[in-house]
């Protein structure tokens, strides 16, 4: 017999542009299962469920529930708590009281783990409860998954980004540095490469964080790529480090670190002011210049991958089925054929708090850009109608003034 | 008897999304005409008609030309040289040897100004030429002009990232500051105003070159909203100055200049990094985050107002049309009605080297918003079918929980 009982779904750690499809996919399965009573949604993540901060969203309207679908950040709000076993203990207490049988959790690998002692409380008390984490992350870097849920559409508003960077850096030439976001794992900025359709296209350089970054390294590249074009589209992970893992922003300046310890990467274009001055002085380039992405790369309105959309929901759709199956787990993307997917659960081990950074034949020899292979895997994931930009091919007229004036022009 | 010769067309200045649709306007209308024996573009704008650099545009598909028509920045490239007379002559010089009896030049103000010199030379040799000023600034501070070409695609740009970071904001709470592009003009800043639906959208605050910044101000305003919603956007122009008109960004760090004096403002993260840091330090609020939209403003792949693309192509059109019909100026656009649009051709002197601010009606009293007459006359101009986000609107649940246990939750 199936359990029955209310739903809770909550939204965990930094915003992507279809986390809503996973919420809107979970929310309107459950709404055709008549053993689902109630369906709550915690307010700011785990925060909402130890304070009972529950909307009812039993009663939203399936209208307005399409609209979030389409709208980017977290439409539950969300939070940047990673609960400890106690945190978990009181999340079970209010889950317990509430009658709640299903849970859902979307989020990283961080939400997976908390998914997971959740779990583990309720055997112990032996109260019966699913719990499915629903993976999310622009970093692309949960384990199991063929790729994450708003990779594909953060991936495209970085692409689509570099697209109009290259014409940019074309018609005023020098060096460009686009700053992109990730930690520990340098798909994102990879990503950048698909920006590329003629043979000159930017970026010229890619640096990613699985990389051990060295400034003469960096300087050396550059000034090849300018020696050759006249200019250099450089794409830059926040996150890359030195040979010990440690950050080189933190090597450049004094930075704020959160409650785990992690150094603040985003919100700040510090990384990139100083990368321009090393340019700039190192290699006395004039016009060396620095966009920080920053989170316009994560919940920009309107820049969404049709395949990653579609995804997500499916996510959100499947957690729901598996977990009104009785099963506790991950959901993953697998990818089959070229291009499909399949979705499978796994155990939330598999998931919980473990990091996925890109594979090494991702990346040339020097490490400072991306293989075939890497392209070919994410180009479908930032979906169709890319803009394809044009570039004239007239040929050029002859420069009869500086003939007849003895090339005195 | 109309002119018989050559056109020469060239793009200067900072690239927009739409600055080719001006020019694919100018040069599919050429086409057409019997009268223009060649059309010649010419490579990074004066820079390429002093060095003879001239594309053979009479020998470029008219498909690639379309497709041109939809890429951002100048697919002629462009250049910041603003030249003084003796450049204009030599201009000039190399114009007559070709014959050019048509001349085209897209930019801004400076743009103006050096048709304006140009067509000068041409009068005092008596030699026949049309000359015509086609306007282009994502700055929107044209002069004659009810706006100009690049704006309103900068300015959608501008308040999908906004309606994006209003999320973000809301998903995870805290300052939020975007610098936005805009050295004298505050009219992309104030465009942001744009991405409210919602009664507590940001931005909160609005900041623009216009009225003079003071940091104190800056402070107490945000402190208000904090207090008030538990988070705060706020929108500045890189541009904010004092009260003698010196660039806030200037007084916080040493800056590099341009040839014309000018401080380089974008392509750095530097003014949002030092307002932060006054906002941690003086308020004590934690989560205080900031993005430079930088050059994707001007450049992006694949955002566009569908007004400012079809205004853009026709001005480019207007002025060839103007041009063929022997008449020399600077086309502008004048609003009529709610909304539609004529192009008139007006003296280049009226254009030329001028400089046009947000009017006073168009901010709030204490200098720290816009009007409702600013968003009548902004909205319009980003074009139809911006993203709508949603808000969940589903009632909360009752805390029975933290009622049963004594709100000893």
Same mark, same amino acid.
């Given at each position: 017999?199936?359990?029955?009982?209310?739903?809770?779904?909550?939204?965990?750690?930094?915003?992507?542009?279809?986390?809503?499809?996973?919420?809107?996919?979970?929310?309107?399965?459950?709404?055709?299962?008549?053993?689902?009573?109630?369906?709550?949604?915690?307010?700011?993540?785990?925060?909402?469920?130890?304070?009972?901060?529950?909307?009812?969203?039993?009663?939203?309207?399936?209208?307005?529930?399409?609209?979030?679908?389409?709208?980017?950040?977290?439409?539950?709000?969300?939070?940047?708590?990673?609960?400890?076993?106690?945190?978990?203990?009181?999340?079970?207490?209010?889950?317990?009281?509430?009658?709640?049988?299903?849970?859902?959790?979307?989020?990283?690998?961080?939400?997976?783990?908390?998914?997971?002692?959740?779990?583990?409380?309720?055997?112990?008390?032996?109260?019966?409860?699913?719990?499915?984490?629903?993976?999310?992350?622009?970093?692309?870097?949960?384990?199991?998954?063929?790729?994450?849920?708003?990779?594909?559409?953060?991936?495209?508003?970085?692409?689509?980004?570099?697209?109009?960077?290259?014409?940019?850096?074309?018609?005023?030439?020098?060096?460009?540095?686009?700053?992109?976001?990730?930690?520990?794992?340098?798909?994102?900025?990879?990503?950048?490469?698909?920006?590329?359709?003629?043979?000159?296209?930017?970026?010229?350089?890619?640096?990613?964080?699985?990389?051990?970054?060295?400034?003469?390294?960096?300087?050396?590249?550059?000034?090849?790529?300018?020696?050759?074009?006249?200019?250099?589209?450089?794409?830059?992970?926040?996150?890359?480090?030195?040979?010990?893992?440690?950050?080189?922003?933190?090597?450049?300046?004094?930075?704020?670190? &959160?409650?785990? $310890?992690?150094? =603040?990467? @985003?919100?700040? *274009?510090?990384?990139? !002011?100083?990368?321009?001055? +090393?340019?700039? %002085?190192?290699?006395?380039?004039?016009?060396?210049?620095? &966009?920080?992405? $920053?989170?316009? =790369?994560? @919940?920009?309105? *309107?820049?969404?991958? !049709?395949?990653?959309?579609? +995804?997500?929901? %499916?996510?959100?759709?499947?957690?729901?089925?598996?977990?009104?199956?009785?099963?506790?787990?991950?959901?993953?993307?697998?990818?089959?054929?070229?291009?499909?997917?399949?979705? +499978?659960?796994?155990?939330?081990?598999?998931?919980?708090?473990?990091?996925?950074?890109?594979?090494?034949?991702?990346?040339?020899?020097?490490?400072?850009?991306?293989?075939?292979?890497?392209?070919?895997?994410?180009?479908?994931?930032?979906?169709?109608?890319?803009?394809?930009?044009?570039?004239?091919?007239?040929?050029?007229?002859?420069?009869?003034?500086?003939?007849?004036?003895?090339?005195?022009?």
């Amino acid at each position: 017999m199936k359990l029955r009982g209310k739903m809770l779904i909550a939204q965990g750690g930094g915003p992507t542009a279809v986390i809503n499809q996973s919420f809107v996919g979970a929310v309107l399965e459950a709404k055709k299962n008549p053993n689902i009573t109630e369906i709550y949604g915690a307010i700011h993540g785990v925060e909402g469920i130890v304070n009972e901060d529950f909307i009812d969203l039993t009663l939203e309207t399936e209208d307005n529930l399409k609209l979030l679908a389409q709208t980017p950040a977290s439409a539950l709000l969300s939070t940047r708590v990673k609960p400890d076993r106690a945190y978990c203990e009181k999340m079970f207490e209010v889950m317990r009281h509430h009658d709640v049988r299903y849970f859902f959790y979307i989020g990283g690998n961080d939400s997976s783990d908390t998914v997971r002692i959740v779990k583990e409380f309720a055997v112990d008390e032996d109260y019966d409860l699913v719990a499915v984490h629903i993976p999310k992350t622009i970093d692309n870097d949960l384990m199991e998954n063929d790729h994450t849920p708003g990779f594909g559409s953060a991936a495209r508003f970085v692409v689509q980004a570099m697209m109009g960077v290259n014409q940019d850096n074309r018609a005023l030439a020098g060096v460009y540095i686009g700053i992109i976001m990730g930690r520990h794992a340098g798909f994102l900025t990879a990503a950048s490469a698909l920006a590329r359709i003629y043979e000159d296209d930017g970026p010229h350089l890619i640096y990613c964080p699985e990389i051990p970054f060295h400034v003469d390294q960096f300087l050396s590249d550059i000034k090849r790529v300018y020696d050759k074009h006249g200019r250099c589209i450089v794409a830059v992970s926040e996150g890359i480090s030195d040979e010990k893992g440690e950050p080189i922003i933190a090597q450049l300046m004094d930075c704020e670190r &959160d409650e785990h $310890g992690n150094i =603040q990467l @985003s919100g700040t *274009g510090a990384l990139g !002011d100083e990368l321009v001055a +090393e340019v700039k %002085e190192k290699l006395g380039i004039n016009r060396v210049r620095c &966009d920080t992405f $920053g989170y316009l =790369q994560r @919940s920009f309105a *309107g820049i969404v991958s !049709d395949s990653d959309a579609i +995804e997500a929901r %499916e996510v959100g759709e499947m957690a729901a089925k598996y977990a009104f199956d009785g099963r506790t787990g991950s959901v993953t993307i697998k990818r089959v054929g070229d291009y499909a997917v399949e979705y +499978e659960l796994v155990d939330l081990s598999m998931v919980a708090a473990k990091t996925k950074v890109m594979a090494n034949n991702f990346f040339n020899k020097d490490g400072n850009d991306v293989t075939k292979v890497f392209i070919d895997y994410c180009r479908p994931l930032v979906g169709t109608g890319l803009p394809h930009p044009g570039r004239l091919r007239a040929p050029m007229v002859e420069k009869s003034y500086q003939k007849k004036f003895n090339n005195k022009a």
